[in-house]
């Protein structure tokens, strides 16, 4: 039996956006094995009902489990945002979703206290980032708005620095958080830090961007060394990624993302035939 401590970190998104987690936690923890599943064939998730997300995400997390992984990361903020507490206490591994770890950076960034929130419309209707910064600090002044086109945008591999169409949407987009002057925006919806950089160039120098999907990475690997899980053999970390489309879009948009982060194949797999329940009895 594989010791735990050797074991895979097991990643999880609708898509492309855990990677932002995943090319962090390969910059963090090079010793580490990754398996990465994003759901390409149901992608996105944050424009469905919170019961549909309920079960994919369940469903997902059987998928991870079954890879023996010795950690959950839920690399979606949509999911975060949505799957219920109890559920992942129950789980037989250590779990993190990616909404405390980013709103604590948050909290922390700000100075003037307004802060902006950006994310799918399951994010924002559910008020999780909102409710995790009010914890942190009861002065903040809060900004959502959900952005619905980005997550297709960021899918279709328009999230080149200098892309007209995902500009101008952008512009569309934060006009309200410019008025409101926020000085930090939460890109909560781990999909987002593939457009940084223009959302960076709309927002304006004086406007920090916090990056939930490398947040939540800092987040994990800190948990991970306090449970005392991080490899200590001097193996070289690989990742495997499992999509369940087809894998030539995603190896290749991954490949453009992940650069010397990548490192590893892409293979198709079915998630449907998966609990429900993510096999879990609590
Ligand atoms: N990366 C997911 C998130 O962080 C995108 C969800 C979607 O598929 O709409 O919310």
Redesign the pocket.
């Given at each position: 039996m594989t010791a735990m401590r050797e074991r895979p970190i097991g990643v999880f998104?609708?898509?492309l956006?855990?990677l932002t987690a995943v090319r962090e936690l390969r910059r963090l923890l090079p010793h580490e094995d990754i398996v990465y599943f994003g759901d390409t064939g149901r992608?996105?998730?944050?424009?469905r009902g919170v019961d549909t997300i309920i079960r994919y995400a369940k469903q997902d997390i059987a998928f991870l489990l079954e890879q023996k992984v010795k950690f959950v990361m839920a690399?979606?903020?949509?999911?975060?945002s949505t799957l219920p507490a109890e559920f992942s206490a129950a789980l037989p591994v250590g779990f993190t979703g990616?909404v405390q770890c980013t709103a604590q950076a948050a909290a922390k960034a700000t100075k003037t206290g307004r802060i902006g929130i950006i994310?799918?419309p399951?994010?924002i209707a559910s008020r999780s980032y909102e409710a995790a910064l009010r914890a942190l600090r009861s002065d903040v002044q809060i900004t959502a708005q959900s952005c619905p086109l980005f997550?297709p945008l960021v899918e279709n591999g328009y999230f080149n620095a200098d892309n007209e169409v995902t500009r101008l949407v952008a512009e569309d987009y934060l006009k309200p958080l410019q008025k409101a002057e926020v000085d930090t925006l939460i890109l909560?919806?781990?999909?987002y830090p593939l457009i940084a950089p223009i959302l960076a160039k709309v927002m304006g120098p004086q406007v920090a961007l916090i990056d939930?999907g490398r947040e939540t990475a800092l987040c994990t690997a800190a948990l991970l060394r306090e449970a005392d899980l991080l490899r200590n053999d001097g193996h070289i970390g690989t990742a495997q990624y499992f999509v369940s489309d087809s894998t030539e879009s995603f190896a290749t948009l991954s490949g453009w993302f992940l650069g010397e982060y990548a490192g590893g194949d892409v293979t198709r797999i079915s998630v449907d035939h998966y609990p429900a329940d993510g096999g879990i009895s609590q």
């Amino acid at each position: 039996m594989t010791a735990m401590r050797e074991r895979p970190i097991g990643v999880f998104d609708s898509g492309l956006g855990g990677l932002t987690a995943v090319r962090e936690l390969r910059r963090l923890l090079p010793h580490e094995d990754i398996v990465y599943f994003g759901d390409t064939g149901r992608v996105p998730y944050g424009t469905r009902g919170v019961d549909t997300i309920i079960r994919y995400a369940k469903q997902d997390i059987a998928f991870l489990l079954e890879q023996k992984v010795k950690f959950v990361m839920a690399a979606c903020g949509t999911v975060s945002s949505t799957l219920p507490a109890e559920f992942s206490a129950a789980l037989p591994v250590g779990f993190t979703g990616v909404v405390q770890c980013t709103a604590q950076a948050a909290a922390k960034a700000t100075k003037t206290g307004r802060i902006g929130i950006i994310g799918t419309p399951a994010t924002i209707a559910s008020r999780s980032y909102e409710a995790a910064l009010r914890a942190l600090r009861s002065d903040v002044q809060i900004t959502a708005q959900s952005c619905p086109l980005f997550v297709p945008l960021v899918e279709n591999g328009y999230f080149n620095a200098d892309n007209e169409v995902t500009r101008l949407v952008a512009e569309d987009y934060l006009k309200p958080l410019q008025k409101a002057e926020v000085d930090t925006l939460i890109l909560g919806c781990t999909h987002y830090p593939l457009i940084a950089p223009i959302l960076a160039k709309v927002m304006g120098p004086q406007v920090a961007l916090i990056d939930s999907g490398r947040e939540t990475a800092l987040c994990t690997a800190a948990l991970l060394r306090e449970a005392d899980l991080l490899r200590n053999d001097g193996h070289i970390g690989t990742a495997q990624y499992f999509v369940s489309d087809s894998t030539e879009s995603f190896a290749t948009l991954s490949g453009w993302f992940l650069g010397e982060y990548a490192g590893g194949d892409v293979t198709r797999i079915s998630v449907d035939h998966y609990p429900a329940d993510g096999g879990i009895s609590q």
